[in-house]
């Protein structure tokens, strides 16, 4: 079993990046559902609404993005660049 080491601002960018995505793409569900996110074996974080079928799967890339998918086809790139900055498209 592979150990993950999480750094807070790993973590706090999945935060982000799961955050920002659910406002870009959920847009007219519920917003009182409840979201429940976990790390899988393979390091990818998985978040599933409860009162629906909708779940997004962050993984990062070759080069280091944070490429979150969702299940309705949706997709963002993350990275952060050069300042610091974290920046999504």
Same mark, same amino acid.
């Given at each position: 079993?592979?150990?993950? @080491?999480? &750094? ?20 007219? &569900? @519920?917003?009182?559902?409840? &979201? ?11 978040? @599933? ?8 799967? &962050? ?11 969702? @299940? ?18």
């Amino acid at each position: 079993m592979k150990a993950i @080491n999480f &750094t807070p601002a790993t973590s706090s960018k999945k935060i982000f990046t799961i955050s920002a995505f659910m406002l870009l793409t959920a847009i007219g &569900t @519920n917003v009182n559902a409840q &979201t429940t996110c976990y790390t899988d074996y393979w390091g990818n974080w998985i978040c @599933n609404w409860s009162n629906s079928s909708y779940q997004t799967t &962050t993984t990062t890339d070759y080069w280091g993005n944070d490429v979150t998918n969702d @299940n309705r086809g949706n997709r963002m790139s993350c990275y952060t660049d050069y300042w610091g900055n974290y920046v999504c498209n």
